[in-house]
């Protein structure tokens, strides 16, 4: 089985730009999540997306925005981005939402912003 | 919310020789905990995790345990080889409804030094 592919892997944009990433899950796998990663703050959950219905936030601006479509594909977008945004942004995929699932990540997608 | 925290954020072992990092967890009411590896360019990927109803699981030289009174949980690495040098993270999981939270811990660098 394929594992979970991101899309594009390396990305620059600049101060006020905004930027969409994308996100393929293992086949069968209908929940998506996306964390940001940063060397200060580590790993940190945005959203989780189930059956295309965003189940759970994290703690981040409304300046980031997903979605999932019916074929459990997932995007992740960004408005208005600051230098702050540059991190890598990684999706993991599992079969539901349940606590119990286990969640698989993909390559991520680096970003850099200046 | 949950909150994990990790110790040691570095670790260096001789090859051979076990390596063991802790976690602890603030919420009771967790009931999953995976580790992941994570290597330079790459995503994290799941090397083992461990149910709230289970106090050990091993998978070869990687054994993790879970004390839920302490509530706290371990990863042990025997006979090391360099090849497991990498960022090992933490998870713990918390029901929420429908839904779930996760929180990773901040990490922990492995050198294991031929």
């Known amino acids: 089985k394929a594992g979970v592919t991101q899309t594009p892997r390396y990305l620059i944009k600049t101060r006020g730009q905004q930027v969409t990433l994308s996100c393929s899950p293992i086949?069968?796998?209908?929940?998506v999540s996306w964390y940001q990663q940063t060397p200060g703050q580590g790993l940190q959950f945005l959203f989780e997306?189930?059956?295309?219905?965003?189940?759970n936030k994290g703690n981040f601006p409304g300046r980031f925005s997903g979605r999932q479509f019916s074929n459990s594909r997932s995007e992740m977008n960004v408005s208005t981005l600051e230098l702050g945004d540059s991190a890598l942004y990684l999706c993991?995929?599992?079969?539901?939402?349940?606590?119990?699932?286990?969640?698989?990540f993909g390559p991520g997608t680096r970003l850099l912003v200046l | 919310g949950e909150n994990v925290e990790q110790h040691p954020s570095t670790l260096s072992v001789q090859e051979g020789d076990s390596a063991v990092i802790k976690c602890t967890y603030s919420?009771?009411?967790?009931?999953?905990f995976p580790w992941y590896k994570q290597e330079l360019g790459k995503g994290p990927q799941l090397i083992i995790d461990?149910?709230?109803?289970?106090g050990e699981k091993k998978d070869q030289r990687i054994a993790v345990t879970l004390n839920k009174t302490a509530k706290h949980f371990s990863l042990h690495i025997t006979e090391t080889q360099p090849e497991d040098s990498a960022v090992y993270f933490c998870?713990?999981?918390?029901?929420?409804?429908?839904?779930?939270?996760?929180?990773f811990g901040s990490g922990t660098q492995l050198t294991v030094l031929p």
């Open positions: 993991a995929s599992s079969l539901s939402a349940r606590s119990l699932e286990t969640q698989y």
């Open positions: 086949s069968g796998h209908r929940s």
């Open positions: 997306y189930f059956s295309e219905t965003q189940r």
């Open positions: 919420d009771s009411a967790s009931n999953y």
């Open positions: 461990i149910r709230s109803n289970v």
């Open positions: 998870a713990a999981i918390l029901p929420s409804g429908s839904a779930r939270q996760l929180t």
